[in-house]
């Protein structure tokens, strides 16, 4: 599980691929292969640099508020 949170202008510069890119280090070095999160549907920005990192979003059946994101490690680049 993950989570980012920030200001609209601090997505826009770059700063959420940023963090997901050092996240997705963390979890390879660490074994992992996915990362896997709820969302809110919303969250438009977020669900991009997801998307951006080669995630599969899928709707929540049981919640239209909700997609699901799942992030295969080996899809997001190396964080410098």
């Given amino acids: 599980e993950y989570a980012l949170t920030m200001a609209a202008d601090a997505l826009a510069a770059g700063i959420g691929e940023a963090l997901l890119d050092a996240l997705a280090a963390y979890g390879r ?3 992992l292969q996915e990362l896997v999160a709820d969302e809110l549907a919303d969250s438009t ?10 995630a599969v979003v899928e709707n ?6 909700i997609v699901k994101v799942s992030i295969p490690l080996d899809r997001v680049r ?3």
Avoid: K
């Fill in 78 to 80: 190396e964080a410098p």
């Fill in 29 to 31: 070095r660490h074994g």
């Fill in 45 to 54: 920005g977020l669900i991009e640099v997801a998307r951006g990192a080669g």
């Fill in 60 to 65: 929540d059946p049981e919640d239209p508020t």
